[in-house]
């Protein structure tokens, strides 16, 4: 594996799998890597011949400061980990790589209403630093494939937006699903901040996105979204429910009344735990 952190020796040695034909497969990552970004270079194994994987804190996705210090560092785990994997480029660039001109000069995009609702109502400016990154990194790693994972829903809808529409490249996105633990807790680098009480209690997410979709056809989806934020609010570790949604797959609107037959939908939830923030999503 191929470990490089400049924009340079990046370019080179994706040019050299270029001109052997060699297809690109992306993930992007914020390292603390575990089994959920490892599903994801396993996706593009299987599916490109040459995986580049980048790792970096990127510092204009954070809306929240004491968010971006305390969030898990683990580089050469993580690089150890590529490796067994069979990756063959990982990218760890500084700030000043990705953002040569300095953070206040990246382009910032206009996802429309989807950057606004949901996770975007509660990180104000958080999806367009995810725009800015991914944007800045397709520009340098030039990829065929971008896989992306599914516990970022609203990721993937904003990042296939800034693909397809925005950057009108073509880079085929690929959602990859939910890895879990094996309690249902979905597997995220946050996780490693829980203390063992709060560890416990944060299987509840899950458990209620379950509960939403094990009742879709008995209850109304207004009280659905009720009783679960009621069965969170109940749990000792979860200071505060920011949303749970039953929202349209595509849109992310909510569907506040019954679902139709055929209802291609998600129910999608964030707690927070003292300070550190959780997120998951079932499909319906
Ligand atoms: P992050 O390092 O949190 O920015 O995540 C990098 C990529 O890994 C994103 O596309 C995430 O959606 C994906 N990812 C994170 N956790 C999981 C998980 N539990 N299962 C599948 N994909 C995941």
Same mark, same amino acid.
Not at 37 to 50: E, P, T
């Given at each position: 594996?191929?470990?490089?952190? =400049? $924009?340079?020796?990046?370019?080179?040695?994706?040019? +050299?799998? @270029? +001109?052997?034909?060699?297809?690109?497969?992306?993930?992007?990552?914020?390292?603390?890597?575990?089994?959920?970004?490892?599903?994801?270079?396993?996706? *593009?194994? /299987?599916?490109?011949?040459? =995986? !580049?994987?980048?790792?970096?804190?990127?510092?204009?996705?954070?809306?929240?400061? #004491?968010?971006?210090?305390?969030?898990?560092? =683990?580089? $050469?785990?993580?690089?150890?980990?590529?490796?067994?994997?069979?990756? #063959?480029?990982?990218?760890?660039?500084?700030?000043?790589?990705? &953002?040569?001109?300095?953070?206040? $000069?990246?382009?910032?995009?206009?996802?429309? *209403?989807?950057?606004?609702?949901?996770?975007?109502?509660?990180?104000?400016?958080?999806?367009?630093?995810?725009?800015?990154?991914?944007?800045? %990194?397709?520009?340098?790693? #030039?990829?065929?494939?971008?896989?992306?994972?599914?516990?970022? &829903?609203? #990721?993937?809808?904003?990042? @296939?937006?800034?693909?397809?529409?925005?950057?009108?490249?073509?880079?085929?996105? !690929?959602?990859?699903?939910?890895?879990?633990?094996?309690?249902?807790?979905?597997?995220?680098?946050?996780?490693?901040?829980?203390?063992?009480?709060?560890?416990?209690?944060?299987?509840?997410?899950? @458990?209620?996105? %379950?509960?939403?979709?094990?009742? %879709?056809?008995?209850?109304?989806? %207004?009280?659905?979204?009720?009783?679960?934020?009621?069965?969170? /609010?109940?749990?000792?570790?979860?200071?505060?429910?920011?949303?749970?949604?039953?929202?349209?797959?595509? +849109?992310?609107?909510?569907?506040?009344?019954?679902?139709?037959?055929?209802?291609?939908?998600?129910?999608?939830?964030?707690?927070?735990?003292?300070?550190?923030?959780?997120?998951?999503?079932?499909?319906?």
């Amino acid at each position: 594996m191929n470990r490089v952190k =400049t $924009e340079i020796d990046l370019k080179k040695a994706v040019a +050299t799998a @270029k +001109t052997e034909h060699r297809s690109i497969g992306f993930v992007p990552t914020m390292g603390a890597l575990h089994e959920g970004h490892l599903s994801l270079v396993r996706a *593009s194994r /299987r599916n490109c011949d040459f =995986t !580049v994987v980048s790792i970096f804190v990127n510092p204009t996705q954070f809306n929240e400061p #004491q968010d971006l210090l305390q969030y898990p560092r =683990t580089l $050469e785990q993580d690089l150890e980990l590529l490796e067994e994997e069979g990756c #063959q480029i990982a990218f760890f660039p500084g700030v000043e790589e990705v &953002y040569p001109n300095g953070k206040g $000069e990246a382009p910032v995009f206009d996802f429309g *209403s989807l950057e606004s609702k949901l996770e975007g109502a509660h990180r104000p400016g958080h999806f367009k630093g995810v725009g800015q990154v991914v944007a800045r %990194l397709l520009e340098m790693v #030039q990829p065929d494939t971008l896989f992306l994972g599914q516990k970022d &829903y609203q #990721q993937y809808l904003v990042l @296939k937006m800034l693909v397809d529409e925005i950057l009108k490249a073509p880079i085929e996105v !690929v959602l990859c699903p939910i890895v879990r633990e094996p309690d249902g807790l979905a597997m995220s680098s946050r996780n490693k901040l829980l203390r063992v009480d709060q560890r416990k209690d944060a299987i509840e997410l899950s @458990k209620t996105l %379950l509960w939403i979709k094990e009742n %879709l056809d008995a209850i109304h989806p %207004l009280e659905l979204k009720e009783g679960a934020v009621q069965r969170l /609010r109940n749990v000792k570790s979860i200071v505060s429910v920011d949303y749970i949604e039953i929202a349209d797959a595509e +849109t992310l609107e909510p569907c506040d009344t019954l679902p139709k037959a055929g209802f291609a939908g998600l129910a999608l939830g964030a707690i927070q735990m003292e300070d550190i923030r959780l997120i998951d999503n079932v499909r319906l």
